[in-house]
């Protein structure tokens, strides 16, 4: 009797596409000085393309990866946050 074994599937790093916005902003200090306002493709961890048209971007990282997780994102300065107390809890 024969065995058959399957294929190893390769495992990808991050986590599919929520790995690939964690390591947009790892990257974003040296993404803000060479692709400031332009639209970044991160695959695996790296910068794989990048484009002033996110559509024509996707379009490419679609042609290259087909359905793999990648991410894309405007370069732009880091959005500020405020934590607010709810007016309800004001007393």
Do not use: N
């Not at 990808?12 to 596409?17: D, F, K, T």
């Amino acid at each position: 009797m024969s065995t058959t074994r399957s294929p190893k599937r390769r495992q990808r790093r991050g986590g599919g596409a929520a790995g690939e916005a964690r390591a947009l902003l790892k990257l974003q200090p040296q993404l803000w000085k060479r692709y400031r306002g332009k639209f970044v493709a991160v695959f695996q961890g790296s910068v794989v393309g990048h484009s002033d048209d996110d559509e024509e971007l996707a379009c490419r990282m679609y042609e290259k990866f087909g359905d793999s997780p990648f991410y894309i994102a405007k370069v732009q300065p880091m959005p500020t946050s405020f934590e607010l107390p709810s007016p309800e809890m004001v007393g």
